[in-house]
């Protein structure tokens, strides 16, 4: 006869055992955790060129035509409108192609190479490379035979903040809920990322309550927010801003943000400092070491103005000639 000490053992084995098994059962957050996966997905389209007819080409006709690059052809709005959804590489989609390629210091092949793809496939800000008359803010310029400035640009007017408003306040106007970034680690960041600009130009930046007067607006946003440019989910745009003297930056809420940042993060302050130089009236530039480059990838930090940068801003404000 077994005594009770042993069967008390063998009964507990069993009931441990059993809870093993369960819980083996269950999913484990650690292993079924998926990373996020970008909205725009491109790899399928790799070697597709002019002539042919491949399915999915038409997000690419989508891609360029919200970043600008349907203006790069005058008085083709009408072709645009009948096309943007076909599947057809016709020469308007390679000329528009080119002009990514210029400005993205990439070779001007025309065709969807693994290089231009894996350009647009990184997260970037969602203010257009070009505008409405065909005027780039990089180095593809349709008024220069077709190729522009390399270094900095200001947007169209060169729009600025007058010497009466070099003194500006800014709030929060998000909903916590929204994001995992917490108003203590926003204002930290905030703060930091206008100090950085106003280290090379007299401006004076200050936080103030939800209550009061501000001339910038900054806060988390989800899809179409109504503000005319929706945002589309994690890792394409990333955020965006208005120029002088508009104020408003709006990050995309979906996006995973961070401060480290980790490798699948978006670094909140290099995207702030970015969209800055936006609201003080810098356009994208092509120089791909300043903080004015529309594209970062995940894990990144790019903190520090680049002399591009500051020597776009202080031409801007009449401190150099």
């Known amino acids: ?21 369960l819980l083996a059962l269950l999913p484990n957050p650690t292993l079924s955790r998926k990373e996020p996966q970008p909205a725009l997905s491109l790899k399928h389209l790799e070697g ?23 203006n790069v052809v005058a008085n083709i709005s009408n ?8 599947d057809k590489f016709d020469d308007v ?23 231009t793809l894996q350009q647009m496939m990184l997260p970037r800000c969602g203010v257009p490379d070009i ?7 990089m180095k593809w310029n349709r008024y220069n035979g077709g190729r522009g400035n390399v270094n900095f640009k200001f947007f169209n007017g060169k729009r600025k903040w007058p010497p009466s408003k070099y003194n500006l306040t800014y709030k929060f106007t ?18 930091r990322a206008f100090a950085t600009w106003a280290a090379v130009i007299p401006f004076q930046f200050k936080e103030v309550g939800v209550v009061e007067h501000a001339d910038i607006f900054i806060g988390f946003r989800t899809g179409d927010h109504g503000d005319g440019t929706p945002f589309d989910g994690p890792l394409n745009v990333w955020a965006h801003a208005f120029e002088p003297t508009d104020g408003r930056l709006h990050y995309d809420a979906t996006e995973n943000w961070g401060t480290g940042p980790a490798s699948d993060e978006i670094d909140l302050e290099t995207i702030t400092v970015h969209e800055i130089g936006h609201i003080l009236g810098l356009e994208h530039t092509s120089d791909g070491s300043a903080v ?30």
């Open 174 to 191: 998000t909903d916590g809920s929204l994001t995992n970034i917490d108003y203590e680690t926003l204002s930290s960041v905030c703060a």
């Open 48 to 70: 597709s060129r002019k002539g042919q007819t491949v399915k999915g080409l038409h997000e690419i006709k989508n891609y360029l035509k919200r970043f600008g690059y349907a």
């Open 93 to 115: 989609l390679e000329i528009e192609i080119k002009a990514y390629q210029l400005n993205y210091n990439l070779e001007a092949t025309g065709m969807l190479d693994t290089q």
């Open 79 to 86: 072709y645009h409108l009948a096309h943007e959804n076909d």
């Open 1 to 21: 006869m077994k005594s009770p000490i042993y069967s008390f053992f063998s009964f507990h084995l069993v009931f441990v055992f059993l809870i093993v098994f």
């Open 131 to 137: 505008d409405t008359n065909g005027k780039s803010s």
């Open 292 to 321: 004015m480059f529309p594209h970062i990838g995940l894990g990144v930090a790019k903190r520090q103005l680049g002399s591009d940068d500051i020597m776009g801003v202080k031409t801007l404000y009449g401190l150099i000639g």
